[in-house]
């Protein structure tokens, strides 16, 4: 006799083993991840994975032990739809009850994507033309365990969020210095990687448009104007309003969400799983899910 699967359960558990073995195929051993040594034999199969003997620790392992799901209990297709709701800009509470997991889950698996996601999202230089904007945002303390005693001690001061576009496609934003500008700051940090042959196109911030002018040697030519950076202010803050407040120590890694999601690059959430969360070995661990407190 046939057994009918209504709900699905037998389909569900086998996509799920074959997207797990799919995402991991490719994905090379080098060492034990263990131990670090390089001497390990081939050890089976489970669930279709290599697996690995380690000769040193005696340790199996395979592609998958490290990476970025290898410590969730949770099935990777809802890995995958985490990921997509996250790319719709889709609330905690929303991901939480649609996918049937905890808050606490969704906000550490949210960190988890982020913390893969900024690792390389911001350009090397910026050529062309350069615009260059800036937002201020108020310091928050959100989630810190001490948030109300740093509030009374210490005013929230207002942090400078540069933004920068070149003529490639990637973005510049990030937190640049507190409190007011600081000349030396921006040129380290922002004017360092904008190539010389370059022109810089201002928006709205007299510190910007005095440094474009000499950087420009007074020229003014006509350029197109770039609304991501001009409207930086208002689309951040919308994008920022989402998540209901962003901790300052963790701004750095939501805006590499937020530049991804403002690339022309078509990126779907399928894409984004492969080519950045598991370009080369990314091995995600939680103690790196907690990072310092500064936001710089
Ligand atoms: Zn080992």
Request: proline residues 0%.
């Given at each position: 006799?046939?057994?009918?699967d209504v709900e699905l359960k037998k389909i569900d558990l086998h996509t799920n083993k074959v997207i797990k073995r799919d995402f991991y195929k490719d994905r090379v051993v080098e060492v034990c991840p263990i131990c670090g040594s390089s001497w390990y034999i081939k050890y089976g199969f489970y669930n279709g994975i290599q697996r690995y003997k380690c000769k040193v620790c005696e340790k199996t392992f395979s592609h998958t032990t490290n990476s970025l799901w290898s410590y969730s209990k949770k099935n990777t297709r809802t890995w995958l739809e985490f990921t997509e709701l996250m790319t719709e800009n889709k609330t905690l509470k929303f991901c939480a009850e649609k996918l049937h997991i905890s808050i606490g889950t969704a906000f550490y698996w949210r960190h988890k994507i982020l913390q893969a996601l900024s690792i390389d999202s911001t350009p090397d230089s910026l050529s062309g033309v350069v615009h260059v904007g800036k937002v201020i945002l108020k310091e928050n303390f959100k989630g810190c365990r001490n948030a109300e005693i740093i509030a009374s001690a210490t005013p929230r001061e207002d942090l400078w969020v540069i933004g920068?576009?070149?003529?490639?496609?990637?973005?510049f934003i990030k937190p640049i210095f507190k409190h007011q500008w600081d000349k030396i700051a921006f040129n380290e940090k922002v004017y360092s990687k904008i190539e010389k042959k370059s022109y810089i196109a201002p928006y709205g911030d007299s510190y910007i448009k005095s440094i474009a002018r000499r950087h420009n040697r007074n020229k003014s030519i006509k350029v197109e104007t770039e609304y991501r950076i001009k409207y930086l202010w208002p689309n951040l803050k919308k994008w920022l309003s989402i998540f209901h407040g962003v901790a300052s120590k963790y701004?750095?890694?939501?805006?590499?969400f937020f530049i991804i999601m403002n690339l022309d690059k078509?990126?779907?959430?399928?894409?984004?799983i492969y080519d950045r969360l598991f370009e080369g070995n990314r091995f995600i661990k939680i103690a790196e899910i907690r990072i310092m407190n500064s936001p710089f």
């Open positions: 006799m046939l057994q009918h920068a576009k070149g003529q490639e496609d990637s973005m701004l750095k890694r939501y805006l590499s078509v990126i779907d959430y399928m894409d984004l």
